[in-house]
């Protein structure tokens, strides 16, 4: 089992910053790859952005150059720095967890979530 907490969320103007944080407990050494996806009001939920065990990244188009994404595996933490908000990156960010269960099948974890709210 593994239970993540979310952290950083706000209220920030357009071309502001936010800094999100993640941090899992439990059986983080299962974990494997991390990340964060956001759900904004009457869409579907989308990957923002993903991190390996080894700290290879990938990113949504939408945010590529304005979004990085880090992890402390000592700490069993995963970041997200926004940069450049825009008013159209508000939504709902929540952290996810993958734990292999064989070696087709992975389990996902997530958190409960965190509001960022861009103002324009």
């Known amino acids: 089992q593994v239970q993540l907490v979310e952290s950083g969320g706000g209220l920030v103007q357009a071309g502001g910053s936010l800094r999100l944080s993640c941090r899992a407990s439990g059986s983080t050494l299962d974990i494997d790859a991390m990340g964060w996806y956001r759900q904004a009001p009457g869409k579907q939920r989308e990957l923002v952005a993903t991190?390996?065990?080894?700290?290879?990244?990938n990113y949504a188009d939408a945010v590529k150059g304005r979004f990085a994404i880090s992890r402390d595996n000592a700490k069993s933490t995963v970041y997200l720095q926004m940069d450049n908000l825009r008013p159209e990156d508000t939504a709902v960010y929540s952290c996810?967890?993958?734990?292999?269960?064989?070696?087709?099948?992975?389990?996902?974890?997530w958190g409960q979530g965190t509001q960022v709210t861009v103002s324009s």
């Open positions: 996810n967890a993958k734990v292999p269960v064989t070696v087709w099948r992975v389990y996902d974890y």
């Open positions: 991190i390996s065990r080894r700290g290879s990244t």
